[in-house]
């Protein structure tokens, strides 16, 4: 596993020319990833890498980011954090069509600026590969334009107005890119609609299964896991289309089974609490109140 430290190391490790800014960089995609032959490596960088990308290809590639998979066919913008893990093996004597830019951003570049704890808070930073951002056209050419705004920018002469001018122009690119997700939510209906019958099937299959008792209440990383998406990117998909977090979506869950309980049953409040999970009856009590404004019993009495 190789780590790239520095910009400049990733610049000479691909034999690029030394970059112009220590701390900032635009490269053309075609030059990072010139291949012929076989190819295997794996790497994680120490800085921030953003790249927009559109590559094909007729033979064997396979690209990994972290355990996932992912088809480079389409354009797509996508986000490396660091310390984040990718691998890469390509095995073909043909050339790969590639094209895009890859921008290379270093901590020490944000410091002292509003993104240096800003840049953390967009969710996309944690998606797997396959949740990369599907850009159309337009889209598409919104970015390039900030790509080549920051490059100019550091092309020219360096003065103290260049941090704080190219400092806005990542901010404009997150920000365009978080309102693109937000789209994509939308727009993408059938996978993201298959998603959430996948996540409905699986807690009902989870609160219907008696183990409930022992095992506690689902968590948001087994969910994800199980679903084979990031946790932030199933939060940021809920919260468009259902308007609720993926631990809201969960106690949304618990408070129906518990109001079936309590509907059709005649088993205790102690008993119910200790089905759904619960160690102490008091503690259902108390969540279910705060869900409902009612407490178990006079839920029960209402349908009486």
């Known amino acids: 596993m190789r780590r790239f430290k520095t910009i400049s190391e990733f610049h000479q490790f691909r034999q690029l020319p030394a970059p112009e800014h220590p701390l900032i960089s635009v490269v053309e995609i075609d030059r990072v990833l010139q291949t012929q032959g076989t190819e295997s490596m794996t790497w994680c ?19 990994r980011y972290g355990q996932q998979p992912y088809d480079f066919n389409e354009g797509i913008l996508s986000f490396v954090a ?12 043909q050339e790969i069509t590639q094209s895009g830019r890859l921008l290379l951003i270093h901590p020490d570049f944000l410091w002292n600026t509003s993104l240096a704890k800003s840049i953390r808070k967009f969710d996309f930073w944690d998606y797997s590969v396959h949740e990369s951002l599907f850009l159309s056209a337009k889209e598409e050419a919104i970015l390039i334009q900030i790509f080549q705004n920051i490059q100019q920018e550091y ?8 941090k704080q001018i190219i400092i806005s122009q990542i901010e404009s690119l997150l920000n365009y890119a978080d309102r693109f997700y937000h789209r994509q939510f939308i727009t993408r209906e059938k996978s993201n609609h298959q998603l959430l019958e996948k996540l409905e099937t699986l807690l009902d299959d989870y609160f219907n299964n008696d183990d ?8 948001v990383q087994y969910i994800s896991e199980t679903l084979n998406v990031s946790s932030n990117y199933l939060r940021g998909l809920l919260k468009v289309l259902t308007g609720q977090n993926t631990q809201q979506l969960i106690h949304s869950k618990l408070i129906e089974k518990a109001k079936e309980k309590l509907s059709v049953t005649d088993f205790s409040i102690s008993e119910i609490a200790y089905a759904l999970g619960f160690e102490h009856p008091q503690s259902f009590t108390k969540f279910f109140k705060s869900k409902t404004s009612l407490s178990p019993l006079a839920y029960r009495r209402s349908f009486n």
Not at 53 to 59: A, E, G, L, P, T
Not at 212 to 219: C, N, Q, R, S
């Open 45 to 63: 960088y120490d800085f921030y890498a953003i790249g927009l990308k559109r590559v094909s290809f007729s033979h064997h590639i396979n690209f």
């Open 82 to 93: 660091p310390n984040q893990l990718m691998s890469l093996s390509i095995d073909t004597e």
């Open 155 to 162: 092309h020219a002469n360096i003065d103290r107005f260049s």
């Open 212 to 219: 409930l008792a022992t095992k506690g209440l689902p968590t």
